[in-house]
């Protein structure tokens, strides 16, 4: 059993940064994939980044490459989403998420999710 309460949500301007983390319980956050997803209002929940157990390989959606960096402290059993050049279309509800699987970008693959933090960006 993994809980993962994610924090570091809020409203920035467009252009603007922020970082997000998700704190895991338990001792086997070291065997776990973790994956970073978003929502929007009014549409379906959408892969951002994930990494690999050991933070050896990472996945981003096509639109974040290059703005988000997706990392991981085994020691701490937190993960971090590291957002630059935000602008508006980021905007949505961010969940963190555990998978026992390599780096999945499907939801369906991950077992284990966060309530998610808010994050807005305006124009």
């Known amino acids: 059993q993994v809980q993962l309460v994610e924090s570091g949500g809020g409203l920035v301007q467009a252009g603007g940064s922020l970082r997000l983390s998700c704190a895991a319980s338990g001792r086997t956050f070291s065997s776990y994939g973790m994956g970073w997803f978003r929502q929007a209002p009014g549409k379906e929940r959408e892969f951002v980044a994930a990494?690999?157990?050991?933070?050896?390989?990472?996945s981003y959606r096509n639109s974040v490459k290059g703005r988000f960096t997706i990392s991981r402290d085994n020691a701490k059993n937190t993960v971090y989403l590291q957002m630059n050049s935000l602008n508006p279309e980021d905007t949505g509800v961010y969940y963190c998420a555990a998978t026992g699987d390599l780096i999945p970008t499907a939801a369906v693959a991950y077992k284990y999710w966060g309530q998610g933090t808010q994050v807005t960006v305006s124009s």
């Open positions: 990494i690999s157990w050991s933070g050896g390989s990472t």
